[in-house]
């Protein structure tokens, strides 16, 4: 490993994930998924450095050799090809500089090898002639065959971890995140990101703890080095001594302990002790997530979201493909139902075929959701299609995302009436009586929310966005993350409005934020009246049994009490002083600490 | 190149369909490879080691481009030599 040894560091970031383990690093690279290790070779151990990477090389050239000669006398002319790699192995540009910055600047071999590459790829790139553009690939798979014989039998793509690993990043992307095979994944650090950041959400989703926001742990954490998450209270610990690793080990038994008991009444239904049913439903990504909606005693999932299909693909997802994916969830929940967003595709999850179409500078009030939808109505019929011809296997519901206007309402429900006429007319079987509802993330809706209640059957209030449209917060930006306040007067005041819109509409009100599963907002939720709440499934059992210990006529009182307030610290006080026991004797994991 | 009296230098035309590609430069840099000093290829004022491919392809020279080949050492006139009857040949293609 890297030479310099350092005792024991503690970092502090955002609690994005609650959970505590402890394991060892994977390093996935700034530029995305190559994990390169980077560190200074003693002037001592340079010789064996140069001898390291010349061996390197020398076998990735006997590896193309044997594919050459293992190659079939007439496939030889394919195999030219290799006969360039075998030259490239050894080129100057490559080869010798790599050499040369093992020497002056004493980096590792890997690290001054990436180094090279990345000139020469730079080089490349401002190139016009595509063919030479393209000798980029040979370059980077020149440069990967060396540089797996310099790591060792290991992969270095984040697609291939075969062990069970805490991934640290500078920033995990969408797309990024989706190629890990995370059952593999115990735990997530990053530099950047927040709570409702996409890492953190799939984080919050699997259940493993994650800290994020952490500003230089990808810098300080080595590959393999021993680390502890500790995903309540925000804490990342790099070499532990022994001491703190007893403790904490000691305390992830605790919090493992706690979450059994959590879980094992997670099937009694959300009765508050007056008698009032509210119904717990789960968010879900993932056809696979459905399992833990299931096994936590959800009635239905509140919010399927669609994009999952959409990325990392060079091409638009088929009608069947996204039918197949959907009827696995339908059948699997019916006769509970399932609410199919919409594709709401943006920045931060943006497409790689969609990517030329050029860069957004303010992607959050971009082209995204309803209005990419519109804009592309084939792309969103085929979307519709597969989910009108999912409902004829349960109990679908359709949701559009990022409404703001009436207008956008009416156009995004004619197309799916097109939709349903189209496959009504091929004779393929759908439910006619389809629910529809929009989300309420946009402040223009919660506005317009008694017009746009004329139009739907129910509303899902999509509360991180609203949150960071009302106030102007970036919730990924480390920098401002802490003023992302769910319990702002404004948001209560705008919760209350829409409470009281489906109270003289009769449209249904549902929520599917984040703040729907936090256990100190149920008084709320039940002040405001919502039918149901939607959230990660492993907040459910948690959140049930909140409501099972509350009573609704005494939450209805508290949440008038909560609307004189005019800061979100003294309703966070309101509700810790009106509520604070019940949470603590309920959910408080005994011994040190207050954490979940 | 520091010294032009003592170089020795060829005009050549690229006549193979390809130009200088993966292939042709890898021929070129296999020979000039073996020279005693510096091998050169001059396009339009810039400079390209004639030993690495690398930098032969960033000269991007398609079909029909004028390139200059320079040596900085007389002795490696038969390394010259060598790689302008290939350019000449149009790499065997």
Not at chain 1, 116 to 121: M, P, Q
Not at chain 1, 201 to 207: H, K, M, Y
Not at chain 1, 272 to 299: A, C, H, Q, W, Y
Request: hydrophobic share 45%; proline share 4%; net charge negative.
């Amino acid at each position: 490993m890297s030479p310099e040894q350092v005792g024991e560091i503690r970092l502090t970031g955002i609690s994005a994930s609650s959970g505590i383990c402890i394991g060892k690093a994977y390093l996935v690279d700034r530029d995305g998924v190559d994990v390169v290790k980077r560190y200074l070779v003693p002037k001592e151990r340079l010789n064996d450095e140069i001898k390291r990477f010349k061996a390197a090389v020398k076998k990735a050239m006997n590896e193309v050799r044997s594919v050459i000669d293992r190659t079939p006398e007439d496939l030889r002319e394919h195999a030219l090809i290799l006969e360039t790699h075998l030259v490239l192995l050894k080129d100057k540009m490559l080869y010798n500089r790599t050499l040369d910055i093992i020497e002056e600047k004493r980096f590792n071999a890997e690290w001054a090898l990436r180094t090279v590459v990345g000139n020469v790829k730079g080089m490349f790139a401002k190139m016009a002639d595509p063919y030479l553009k393209a000798r980029v690939a040979d370059i980077e798979h020149v440069s990967d065959l060396i540089l797996r014989n310099l790591v060792g039998a290991n992969s270095i793509k984040i697609a291939e971890i075969d062990k069970r690993v805490i991934l640290v990043a500078h920033d995990l992307s969408p797309s990024e995140t989706s190629q890990i095979q995370l059952e593999r994944i115990m735990g997530f650090v990053t530099d950047r990101g927040g709570k409702a950041s996409h890492t953190g959400i799939i984080a919050q989703a699997l259940g493993i703890p994650a800290v994020l926001g952490l500003d230089t742990a990808s810098r300080i954490v080595k590959n393999d080095d021993i680390i502890i998450v500790d995903g309540s209270e925000g804490v990342l610990i790099v070499n532990p001594d022994e001491q703190t690793l007893l403790r904490y080990e000691e305390r992830r038994i605790r919090y493992e302990r706690f979450r059994a008991a959590m879980t094992r009444d997670s099937h009694l239904p959300a009765e508050t002790v007056d008698g009032f049913r509210l119904k717990v439903m789960g968010n879900i990504e993932l056809p696979e997530e459905v399992v833990s909606v299931i096994d936590n005693g959800g009635d239905g999932i509140g919010l399927y979201r669609t994009e999952f299909q959409y990325l990392s693909r060079s091409d638009f997802p088929t009608e069947f493909e996204l039918y197949d994916k959907y009827r696995d969830v339908v059948e699997v929940m019916a006769p509970l139902p399932v609410t199919i967003r919409t594709l709401d595709i943006n920045g931060d999850k943006a497409v790689s075929y969609m990517s030329g179409e050029g860069e957004e500078a303010n992607p959050a009030l971009g082209l995204r959701a309803i209005r990419y939808c519109l804009k592309k109505p084939q792309v969103f019929k085929t979307q519709l299609r597969a989910i009108l011809r999912a409902s004829a296997h349960g109990n679908v519901r359709v949701m559009f995302p990022m409404i703001t206007s009436l207008s956008e309402v009416k156009a995004a429900k004619r197309l799916l009436a097109e939709s349903a006429a189209s496959l009504e007319k091929e004779g393929v079987p759908f439910n006619r009586g389809i629910e529809t509802g929009i989300m309420i993330e946009v402040p223009s809706a919660v506005v317009m929310a008694d017009v746009l209640a004329r139009e739907v059957d129910f509303f899902s209030i999509g509360t991180n966005d609203l949150i960071q449209y009302t106030l102007a917060i970036d919730r990924g930006n480390q920098e401002v993350a802490h003023l992302y306040h769910p319990l702002h007067p404004a948001i209560i005041r705008m919760l209350n409005h829409l409470s009281k819109v489906a109270a003289k509409t009769g449209v249904k009100l549902f929520m599917c934020g984040e703040m729907a599963g936090d256990p100190m907002n149920v008084p709320i939720m039940l002040g405001l009246g919502l039918e149901e709440l939607s959230m990660n499934p492993r907040s459910m059992p948690v959140v049930k049994s909140m409501i099972r210990s509350l009573n609704r006529e005494e939450a209805c009182a508290f949440f008038r009490k909560v609307l004189e307030e005019t800061s979100s610290a003294e309703i966070t006080r309101l509700i810790q002083d009106s509520y604070g026991g019940i949470v603590s004797k309920k959910f408080q994991v005994p011994v040190d600490g207050n954490e979940w | 190149m520091e010294h032009p009296d003592r170089t020795l230098s060829r005009q050549l035309l690229i006549v193979n369909e390809l130009g200088l590609h993966a292939r042709s430069a890898a021929q070129m840099a296999a020979i000039a490879k073996n020279a005693a000093a510096g091998v050169w290829l001059i396009k339009d004022g810039q400079a390209a080691d004639a030993a690495s491919i690398i930098d032969i392809l960033s000269l991007a020279c398609a079909k029909d481009t004028t390139i200059t080949l320079k040596i900085d050492n007389p002795a490696d006139r038969e390394i010259l030599d060598r790689i302008a009857a290939l350019v000449e040949s149009g790499f065997g293609e």
